[in-house]
C-alpha cells in the first residue's frame, strides 16, 4: 500500500524558515516524480513544485521561486520542500504526492495527509 | 501559465440526481486533465485521469469526457458519499493548474 507521510509543519514568523519532509513506503520511492501542492485555508488547491525521479529537474510555480527548494534522498525514501523568507500568504496545508504518468505528463495518483504550516507573528 | 476556469462554484443537489461539472482551459491541452475529490479534512483523491479514465477503485457512476479545452465530470446517481469538493487539474504543462473547486452540497 502507498503511503506518504508529511511531517515538519508548525507555526514560523514572517521572513522564517521551515523544512517538510514526506516519508514514502509501499512503492518504489526512486522511480516517480514526486510533488508538493498546498491549500490555503478555505481555499483551493494550487501545486508548489515538483521533482524528477533522480532529482535532475525541479519546477516550481512562481510564487515560491527563489524561496523554497525540493529534493530527494531515494535511499532514504524521503521528500523534503525547503521554504524560506516565508509569507503570510505560504500559511496552507502541504501535501506530498505521488505523480504517474507517461513522460511528463504526471498526474498526482496519490497524495499524503498533509502537514500545516502557519506564517505569523 | 493555463488558466482553468470551473463551474459552477456550488451546486446543490439530491441522492439520485445527475450532476455535470464543466472546466474550460485557457487554451487547448489534449486530454492532459484529471479530477480530484476531496472531503472536508483530508487529502485529494484522484477520480480520473487523462480526462476520461477512471482511477482503479473509483465507482463507475463517476464518467470524464472532453478534450482540447472543455471538459466534463458527471456523477450519474449521486450517493450520499459524493457530497464533496471536485476539482480539475491540467498536467499538460507548468506551472501545473487546478480548478477553482466545485462544492456539491445536499439539496
Known amino acids: 500500500e502507498v503511503q506518504l507521510v508529511e511531517s515538519g509543519g508548525g507555526l514560523v514568523q514572517p521572513g522564517g524558515s521551515l523544512r517538510l519532509s514526506c516519508a514514502a513506503s509501499?512503492?518504489?520511492?526512486?522511480?516517480?516524480?514526486m510533488s508538493w501542492v498546498r491549500q490555503a485555508p478555505g481555499k483551493g488547491l494550487e501545486w508548489v513544485a515538483n521533482i524528477k525521479q533522480d532529482g535532475s529537474e525541479k519546477y516550481y510555480v512562481d510564487s515560491v521561486k527563489g524561496r523554497f527548494t525540493i529534493s530527494r534522498d531515494n535511499a532514504k525514501n524521503s521528500l523534503y520542500l525547503q521554504m524560506n523568507s516565508l509569507r503570510a500568504e505560504d500559511t496552507a496545508v502541504y501535501y506530498c504526492a505521488r505523480e504517474f504518468g507517461s513522460w511528463y505528463a504526471q498526474y498526482f495518483q496519490h497524495w499524503g495527509q498533509g502537514t500545516l504550516v502557519t506564517v505569523s507573528s | 501559465a493555463i488558466w482553468m476556469t470551473q463551474s459552477p462554484s456550488l451546486l446543490s443537489a439530491s441522492t439520485g440526481d445527475r450532476v455535470t461539472i464543466s472546466c474550460r482551459m485557457s487554451?487547448?491541452?489534449?486530454?492532459?486533465l484529471a479530477w480530484y475529490q476531496q472531503k472536508p479534512g483530508k487529502a485529494p483523491e484522484l477520480l480520473i485521469y487523462a480526462a476520461s479514465t477512471l482511477q482503479s477503485g473509483v465507482p463507475s457512476r463517476f464518467s470524464g469526457s472532453g478534450s482540447g479545452t472543455d471538459f466534463t465530470l458527471t456523477i450519474s446517481c449521486l450517493q450520499s458519499e459524493d457530497f464533496a469538493t471536485y476539482y480539475c487539474?491540467?498536467?499538460?504543462?507548468?506551472?501545473?493548474?487546478f480548478g477553482q473547486g466545485t462544492k456539491v452540497e445536499i439539496k
Open positions: 487539474q491540467q498536467y499538460y504543462s507548468f506551472p501545473r493548474t
Open positions: 487554451q487547448g491541452i489534449s486530454s492532459y
Open positions: 509501499g512503492f518504489t520511492f526512486s522511480s516517480y516524480w
